[in-house]
């Protein structure tokens, strides 16, 4: 996260943060495409990656579940989801990116 806040930092909110290679704002599929050629790469150095579906909403739900947000003790904690519940932050999140 703090790299993507060095990204944002004095920006205008309404200007799209990721581009293309024409600098228009990049689409889900360019998004999807970029990811796909990264785990195709990944893979190549961790074989167990090449029977994984990876797109950018398991990444979504990756960080959801282990990022940094969420503390060094999730995976041990009783009682909390598997998946964090969207709230005002992730939400505002998600969506704008």
């Not at 990049?26 to 029977?51: C, D």
């Not at 979504?60 to 998946?83: I, L, S, Y």
């Amino acid at each position: 996260m703090a790299e993507l806040r060095l990204l944002v930092r004095g920006r205008d909110p309404g200007r799209p943060l990721f581009l293309n290679r024409y600098g228009d704002p990049m689409t889900r599929f360019g998004i999807h495409a970029l990811v796909a050629r990264h785990a195709e790469v990944a893979a190549e150095k961790i074989p167990s990656l090449k029977a994984k579906r990876i797109s950018p909403h398991t990444i979504r739900h990756t960080t959801a579940r282990f990022g940094p947000h969420r503390g060094p003790a999730f995976a041990t904690r009783q009682g909390e989801p598997a998946v964090a519940e969207p709230g005002p932050d992730t939400v505002e999140i998600h969506g704008t990116i």
